[in-house]
């Protein structure tokens, strides 16, 4: 029976959490992307006093 619970508790982990995770990483590397890359690095670049 212990055998059963840790198989769902990783399909769980499988099935809700990690889906989320890569939407939400997805949503994160087009709007990033949106933006210049250079125009980011030259903004930190500014705000560090470089």
Same mark, same amino acid.
Request: hydrophobic residues 45%; negative net charge.
């Given at each position: 029976? *212990? =055998?059963f619970g840790l198989t769902a508790a990783t399909w769980a982990? $499988? $099935?809700i959490p990690m889906? $989320? $995770?890569i939407v939400l990483? /997805? /949503?994160t590397y087009f709007s990033e @992307?949106?933006?210049s890359s250079i125009t980011l =690095? @030259? *903004?930190r670049m500014k705000q560090n006093g470089y």
């Amino acid at each position: 029976m *212990e =055998e059963f619970g840790l198989t769902a508790a990783t399909w769980a982990w $499988l $099935l809700i959490p990690m889906p $989320l $995770l890569i939407v939400l990483s /997805i /949503i994160t590397y087009f709007s990033e @992307k949106h933006d210049s890359s250079i125009t980011l =690095e @030259k *903004e930190r670049m500014k705000q560090n006093g470089y």
